[in-house]
């Protein structure tokens, strides 16, 4: 099992800078893959960053060049920075981490998400 805890949320002003952290405990080294998910007034949750064991990273459309994500090894702590956000990014941000089936077996059908922190940008 895994737990993450999101910090670094609050008000930021449009232009930032923005870095939010997510720390991981419990069995980070079954941990294949995590993101940030965010959810808007009036929307569905959506992705928006995520990186694998591997580094490789990926971006919603809406983020891409604007956002970076990243990681410590071991995944102690993901990280979600961003130099210029603006206030259409203004929502509620969560963690999230899948498993590594191939080394905790045992994890099949599991996944997990943090609670959430709020970010607010302002313009």
């Known amino acids: 099992q895994v737990q993450l805890v999101e910090s670094g949320g609050g008000t930021v002003q449009a232009g930032g800078p923005l870095r939010l952290s997510c720390r991981a405990s419990g069995d980070t080294m079954c941990i294949s893959e995590m993101g940030w998910y965010r959810q808007a007034p009036g929307k569905g949750r959506q992705f928006v960053a995520g990186i694998t064991s591997g580094g490789s990273q990926n971006y919603a459309n809406s983020v891409k060049g604007r956002f970076t994500v990243s990681r410590d090894n071991g995944w102690n702590t993901l990280y979600l920075q961003s130099n210029s956000p603006n206030p259409e990014d203004t929502a509620v941000y969560y963690c999230?981490?899948?498993?590594?089936?191939?080394?905790?077996?045992?994890?099949?059908?599991?996944?997990?998400w943090g609670r959430g922190t709020q970010v607010t940008i302002s313009s």
């Open positions: 999230h981490a899948v498993p590594d089936l191939d080394a905790c077996p045992d994890l099949i059908g599991s996944e997990y």
